[in-house]
């Protein structure tokens, strides 16, 4: 089968790559560009291990052909920290304990951010139901919201600051 | 396995025609994905439809809405005019899945992947949307219910791709509202679901009324008999109670570990009886 070729920016950098029409952009990144960040729990878009953004919209890309990507604005966890600043996301979690084997974490740190870019003050209901695309097997998830919550703290605080 | 990405419908239902193999249509492909991923189809060709001119507009006409066929869940949620002379059937649309099944899924995906329990589906007959599709023989519009005709199986022929959906212009003091039953509070698949649509009058008396019903029977179904029971009626409790017996009457469901036959049947009046009270808030009536 001849491939594919796709031209996209990931995390704002231009890459092209090749596919088969088949491949989901979740194995293009894993398997092809190794970003191995985004991880593969289901395959089915219910555990949001997966989670990218494309153009600034959070999505599983399990559910998203790699073709699809060309032309489009890709976001992973890899673009997250600034070098070696760690995002306050990344820093939180760690804090707060938020995360055990680690594998959903790229995920929900995607979810996450992408919730606060909408809503920077959410509740903690709004929390939950934000982040109920993405499924955590060890933390109980508690961790996880206290995470995001101290951090839209900060955030608001920043601002008030500046203000 | 072929992916083409044409900018055009009619290009696309050129080739949707003149595919020898298996052909599907992609828009959000979180319904087709999955079936892709786990075995259940194997494509010889997907013809991705997101390019195409307008499939992910949102336009408001002199007759209503149109909404191209690759507009995301997310996106209509954030329109703000639609939301407002529709929000039944955004509400419902936004149920769909996760934050980020929303940010890919479709209306018109739901209702070609013809799932009796698909949201946005109830919604949209309870609003009389109808389907602009397109075809090697040109365009036709149909009303949305006619679409799907079995669980999986849509009424669409060979070389056919849904363009638009076209929610009409209400008249004033309109409402509409969807609610579902599910056993959990987020990603779960509807038990039962209720769409009603409804227009009042100067004094509140209902004047028109749609009610539809998903996950009850293999189809969603427009239940005329349930909006005859509220219209010319103010939603009293005789009319309510009429209601929500025309819609338990009109259930066919099956029995599965989700929920029994007798408990679909019974929800289904309840969620009628909520969602009408909700459609009339929305109205402006009390
Ligand atoms: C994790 C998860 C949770 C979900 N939760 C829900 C839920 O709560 N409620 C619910 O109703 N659904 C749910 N779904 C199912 C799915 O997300 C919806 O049915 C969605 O609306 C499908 O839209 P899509 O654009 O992604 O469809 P696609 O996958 O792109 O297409 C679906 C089907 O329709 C056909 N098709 C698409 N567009 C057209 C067109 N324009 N013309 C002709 N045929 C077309 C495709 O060929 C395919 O067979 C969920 C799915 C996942 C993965
Ligand atoms: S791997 Fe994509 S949602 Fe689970
Ligand atoms: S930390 Fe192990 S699944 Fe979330």
């Known amino acids: ?163 | 396995m072929r992916y083409e990405r044409p900018t055009t419908l009619k290009a696309a239902a050129q080739m949707l025609a003149k595919e020898k193999g298996k052909a599907f249509i992609l828009a959000g492909g979180t319904d087709l994905l999955v079936r892709l991923r786990t075995g259940f189809i194997d494509p010889d060709l997907i013809i991705d439809i997101k390019d195409t001119s307008g499939a992910r507009a949102i336009q408001k006409t002199a007759t209503g809405f149109k909404i191209g066929a690759a507009v995301s869940g997310a996106e209509l949620g954030e329109n703000a005019a639609l939301k407002k002379a529709w929000p039944g059937v955004v509400e419902a649309a936004n149920l769909i899945g996760s934050k980020q099944v929303q940010g890919r899924c479709t209306m018109t995906g739901n209702l070609c992947n013809a799932s009796p329990a698909a949201d946005s589906v109830p919604a949209l007959v309870a609003a009389a949307a109808k389907a602009v599709v397109v075809g090697p023989k040109g365009k036709r519009t149909v009303p949305v219910e006619e679409i799907p005709v079995g669980p999986g199986r849509t009424s669409l022929k060979k070389g056919e791709i849904i363009e638009s959906l076209i929610l009409p212009k209400r008249p004033p003091k309109s409402g509409d509202a969807y609610l579902r039953f599910i056993p959990r509070t987020e990603m779960d698949i509807a038990v039962v679901g209720v769409g009603v649509s409804l227009t009042l009058d100067g004094k509140g008396v209902v004047t028109k009324a749609r009610v539809a019903l998903g996950a009850v029977a293999p189809t969603v179904v427009l239940v005329p008999a349930a909006a005859k029971a509220i219209i010319g009626t103010k939603l009293d409790k005789a009319a309510l109670d009429a209601l929500a017996a025309a819609c338990s009457a009109a259930c066919n469901p099956i029995d599965d570990k989700r929920g029994t036959r007798d408990f679909r049947i019974k929800v289904a009046g309840v969620l009628a009886r909520r969602a009408a009270m909700i459609a009339r808030k929305r109205a402006g009536g009390k």
């Open chain 1, 1 to 163: 089968m001849s491939g594919i070729t796709v031209n996209t920016k990931i995390n704002g950098d231009p890459v092209e790559f090749i596919c088969d029409a088949d491949e989901t952009l979740l194995d293009v990144l894993r398997n092809r560009l190794g970003l191995t960040g985004a991880k593969e729990g289901c395959s089915t878009g219910d555990c949001g291990a997966c989670s990218v953004t494309i153009d600034g919209r959070l999505t599983c890309s399990c559910l998203v052909l790699g073709a699809e990507a060309e032309g489009h604005n890709i976001g992973t966890i890899e673009g997250m920290a600034n070098g070696e600043e760690l995002h306050p996301l990344q820093k939180k979690f760690i804090e707060h304990a938020a995360l055990q084997c680690g594998i959903c974490t790229p995920g929900f740190l995607i979810a996450a951010k992408s919730l606060l870019d909408k809503n920077p003050d959410p509740t903690e209901s709004e929390i939950r139901f934000g982040l109920a695309g993405n499924l955590c097997r060890c933390t109980g998830y508690d961790k996880i919201v206290r995470a995001v919550q101290d951090v839209a703290k900060g955030m608001r605080n920043n601002k008030a600051k500046r203000a």
